[in-house]
């Protein structure tokens, strides 16, 4: 099946900065668009931000102009550069993709999850 891993996420304070990657695999795995979307404690998930095999971004409203979505596609990584973070940014972070693998049709395939919590 199509595996995507994050990491990166962990405790920072206001103002402060992470980076998220998610390293995607699996056997003839072909991707296409790939994104970040997180859920806080009793919100609604959000689509934080996401990138085209092209190369075309897209962002929230409520990270623009701080947060950075590339990919590397030689690596099958897609990374989240989170700069001026803020309280109201915490969640759990999950990396998804378009994608598919030998034998299986294409669709969408989550990561398990990262926590970020941005402190005061």
């Known amino acids: 099946q199509v595996q995507l891993v994050e990491s990166g996420g962990g405790l920072v304070q206001t103002g402060g900065s992470l980076t998220l990657s998610c390293a995607a695999s699996?056997?003839?795995?072909?991707?296409?668009?790939m994104g970040w979307s997180r859920q806080a404690p009793g919100k609604q998930r959000e689509l934080v931000a996401s990138i085209s095999s092209g190369g075309s971004t897209n962002y929230a409203d409520s990270v623009k102009g701080r947060f950075t979505i590339s990919r590397d596609n030689a690596k099958k990584t897609v990374y989240l550069q989170m700069n001026g973070l803020k309280p109201e940014d915490t969640a759990v972070y999950y990396c998804?993709?378009?994608?598919?693998?030998?034998?299986?049709?294409?669709?969408?395939?989550w990561g398990q999850g990262t926590q970020v919590t941005v402190s005061s």
């Open positions: 998804h993709a378009d994608a598919r693998i030998s034998f299986r049709p294409r669709g969408d395939y």
């Open positions: 699996g056997s003839g795995l072909l991707i296409n668009a």
